[in-house]
Nanobody, 120 residues
Framework: QVQLVEYGGGLVQAGGSLRLSCAAS????????MAWYRQAPGNERELVAS??????TNYADSVKGRFTISRSNTKTVNLQMNSLSPEDTAVYYC???????????????WGQGTHVTVSS
């Protein structure tokens, strides 16, 4: 029932910017932490940035100063990506810890991913 959908990916030139968004839908009771991960070909999936329901953020060293994670509402997380480089090329995945309506516990959900390609 719960679904995460990412959007905003695409092709940009090095030095450019993109803004990703992820929206949760379904019978949701509450959304706790939300995060962005990415996976490039031949690489492991890695945490890019995370944000709590209270607004506390955490970033991978590789994106500090360039990326900004934010919550536009309780069910939506964004990732503003600036000064992009080819090394940022990857599939970006939305991740969220969500409690479903009628459930006493939360579960982790993943989006299907959105492609980000940075050319040089």
């Amino acid at each position: 029932q719960v679904q995460l959908v990412e959007y905003g990916g695409g092709l940009v030139q090095a030095g450019g910017s993109l803004r990703l968004s992820c929206a949760a839908s379904g019978r949701i009771g509450s959304v706790n932490n939300m995060a962005w991960y990415r996976q490039a070909p031949g690489n492991e999936r890695e945490l890019v940035a995370s944000i709590t329901s209270g607004g506390w953020t955490n970033y991978a060293d590789s994106v500090k100063g360039r990326f900004t994670i934010s919550r536009s509402n309780t069910k939506t997380v964004n990732l503003q990506m600036n000064s992009l480089s080819p090394e940022d090329t990857a599939v970006y995945y939305c991740n969220a810890d969500i409690r479903r309506l009628g459930s006493g516990s939360s579960s982790v959900y993943w989006g299907q991913g959105t492609h980000v390609t940075v050319s040089s």
